[in-house]
């Protein structure tokens, strides 16, 4: 799923593309897109935008006649920038802006069809799309420091829950985790002040650092290479790579759909975290360091 740095880039270079300018058609290519009637969607046809945000992982394009195009990605999601004309009907395409000098494709490579658009009037009508978390950037330490502690969760789920903090997701919790030296399963509510301000300095620089690497590698483009699985990521995606930092093997929870990566020597004093699934099957087999991991493998 785009996260922070990825949805903020696609707002500034749609603010550069359409900012001023009006939709001149929208074409769908998908019956479970637009999520509303009222008011219904072909009234952004002719509308000039004013302005584009972001609310957390969304996307709202402020249109004329107090209209809000409202835009979740979800995992699969991605937005292009084509030639006038595009079809609406090409490979995972749900939906085409039509706009002066080309067209916003909006695309979904899953079949199960989670991506969005709703269309309301009012700014008022903005507020059930605002889970409530915090702005990671915007916050001083006080304010992060409130928030760690305000519920007990695991740090993993403290940083992604966005009624917590606004945009953070699965990839770049765990580069924050992994630049923090914290483990992923570590109860928010036991981190002493030190351990807060690690975590708050991790989080400020790595959600800056790749939107400054993104934006510079988009310049006056678009960004259509998006994705959850960066090259110069230190533990996301990188599971059984050799650490950058020390050159253990990056190690992963699985839940679900969802897959935690972490430095087990960097970020946990050498000892593996169970994998729910794996540590239910294997019991007191289950490795508790990686040099039980590797004896194991060995033998």
Not at 203 to 212: K, P
Request: net charge positive; with cysteine.
């Amino acid at each position: 799923m785009p996260e922070l740095p990825d949805v903020e880039i696609y707002r500034e270079r749609l603010e550069a593309k359409l900012v001023g300018g009006p939709i001149e058609a929208f074409r769908s290519g998908s019956p479970f897109l637009v999520r509303t009637f009222d008011p219904p969607i072909r009234e952004i046809v002719g509308a000039e935008v004013r302005e584009i945000r972001r609310l957390g992982k969304r996307l709202v394009w402020a249109l004329d006649g107090d209209l809000f195009l409202v835009m979740h990605l979800m995992i699969a999601g991605r937005l292009r920038w084509k030639k006038a004309g595009a079809s609406p009907r090409g490979r995972g395409v749900v939906a085409v802006f039509d706009v002066p000098g080309g067209c916003v494709v909006f695309t979904e490579a899953s079949k199960k069809k989670r991506a969005s658009l709703h269309l309301v009037r009012g700014e008022e009508a903005l507020a059930p799309f605002d889970r409530g978390g915090l702005e990671p950037l915007a916050i001083d330490a006080t304010a992060f420091a409130e928030r760690v502690r305000l519920e007990r969760h695991t740090l993993k789920r403290t940083l992604t829950d966005p009624t917590l903090f606004s945009g953070i997701g699965n990839a770049y919790s765990d580069e924050i985790l992994f630049e923090a030296r914290l483990s992923p399963v570590r109860m928010s509510t036991a981190l002493d002040d030190e351990a807060i301000e690690r975590l708050r300095q991790a989080t400020h620089a790595v959600l800056t650092r790749f939107t400054e690497r993104i934006r510079a590698e988009v310049g006056d483009g678009f960004p259509d290479k998006v994705t959850a699985f960066r090259d110069d990521f230190a533990v996301h995606g990188r599971y059984k790579a050799p650490c950058r930092v020390c050159q253990s093997p990056i190690q992963r929870i699985v839940r679900g759909d969802h897959e935690t990566n972490y430095c087990a020597t960097c970020q946990n004093e050498g000892r593996l975290l169970a994998d729910r699934a794996l540590s239910r099957l294997l019991k007191t087999d289950w490795p508790r360091t990686l040099e039980e991991l590797e004896e194991r493998k060995r033998t």
